[in-house]
């Protein structure tokens, strides 16, 4: 593994192992909870994730072949891969770490309204949807594209939360993840454009 990701997971995991013995198992409690109405809310919000992350690149190049836009195809193309490499880095961090659920950790203060069995760091759900928010975002850098793609992005990190499957920590995690792969992609997408351009006009 690359030693700068290796070291970025280290110092991950290092600040979520701090917060978890105090801060972190403090606030998820606050918003765990007993059972109530808003459980169904919180887990359609969570469990339909995945239909938004999916549906983003899918319409952003449907949209570029609609208006003919090579822009609106690469960054679907661009959202798409920011995907896939969250998807890596979760899968990765998940396996070197191997975090227990908090449910499973702490069944006494805990309350669990789903029961998933891989491990908790860091959040997969969270990270989705941030890479998903963050490539619309710099695909359309306008505030009605912002501001309703990161309150997505958020709402899915607190129904993790709120289910009780996941700790703060996991969630900030997920995001710097999620976010993190989006921005990368993005560069890697703009240097590839712009190494073409020159071979484009010479032509």
């Known amino acids: ?47 339909k994730a995945i239909v938004v992350d999916i549906a983003a690149p899918v319409s952003l190049v449907v949209a570029g072949y ?6 609106l195809k690469i960054s679907g ?8 490499v ?16 908090p449910f499973i950790t702490h069944p006494d203060v805990i309350y669990a309204k789903e029961h998933p069995t891989d ?14 928010a963050t490539s619309l975002s710099l695909a359309i850098p306008k505030w009605y594209v912002i501001v309703p793609s990161f309150a997505y992005a958020s ?26 792969s989006a921005y990368l992609t993005w560069k890697l997408q703009k240097w590839i454009v712009g190494k073409k351009k020159p071979r484009d006009i010479a032509h």
């Open 1 to 47: 593994m690359n030693k700068k990701i290796r070291i970025t997971f280290l110092a991950l995991f290092f600040a979520s192992g701090l917060f978890a013995q105090g801060i972190d198992l403090s606030l998820l409690k606050s918003i765990n909870g007993p059972p109530s109405g808003a459980d169904k809310t919180w887990k359609f919000i969570s469990n």
């Open 66 to 71: 609609i208006n003919n836009d090579d822009n």
């Open 77 to 84: 193309l661009q959202t798409a891969a920011s995907f896939i």
């Open 86 to 101: 969250a998807g890596g880095a979760t899968f990765v961090g998940k396996k070197i770490f191997n975090r227990d659920r």
């Open 119 to 132: 491990a908790s760091f860091p959040s997969g759900h969270t990270a989705f949807a941030f890479s998903t």
């Open 155 to 180: 709402a899915v990190g607190y129904s993790r939360m709120y289910l009780g499957v996941h700790y703060p920590s996991d969630v900030l995690a997920g995001a710097v993840v999620g976010a993190g």
